[in-house]
């Protein structure tokens, strides 16, 4: 279950609810000073049945979207963080069908590994460039939160050492 907030404006409840119930996570390995990007490939038996995506996966009861993010990686891939960051952004979509707004955590974890152990959720994985991953991913929120990856990873430096979560 994601975290709810009330939302009020103007003395007025909200409606429509907002959480934050699921987490993006972006990751990457280097081959030599050129970062790779991580994507896998939805099975068909799962919802949105065959597009690439990050890492993603549901916050559990009592557990910190960053924990969550480690988790994913882990059942998803079989890896292990080297390091972590958050992203200064957050993805978000609306689900009329529930009518619930939808905040998402990014996170950018860097891996040492190559060697990928699926999940049943994924049939297949990709280490991309950029240009590849962010054209293979059908979601333009988390396109963004790639492209603002790579850009921490390779020309704002800076915010590496202001964002880094403890692994």
């Known amino acids: 279950m994601g ?39 939805r099975a068909d038996n799962v919802i949105y ?30 890896l292990q963080p080297q390091a972590m960051w958050t992203i200064d952004q957050v993805n978000h979509y609306y689900e009329a069908e529930l009518d619930r707004m939808n905040f998402i955590p990014i996170f950018g974890v860097e891996v040492s590994e190559s060697k990928i152990s699926l999940s049943d959720e994924h049939t297949n994985y990709k280490w991309c460039p950029i240009e590849e991953a962010s054209d293979l991913l059908l979601w333009t929120q988390q396109k963004n939160g790639l492209l603002e990856f790579h850009n921490m990873l390779t020309t704002k430096t800076e915010k590496l050492d202001l964002t880094k979560v403890s692994v």
């Open 3 to 41: 975290k709810r907030f009330s939302n009020v404006l103007r003395g007025r409840k909200a409606v429509t609810n907002i959480v934050v119930r699921v987490i993006d996570c972006h990751i990457v390995r280097w081959n030599n000073d050129i970062p790779e990007f991580l994507l896998l490939k």
């Open 49 to 78: 049945p065959g597009i690439w995506q990050c890492v993603t996966g549901k916050i559990e009861q009592n557990e910190k979207p960053y924990q969550t993010a480690i988790r994913e990686l882990h059942e998803e891939t079989g």
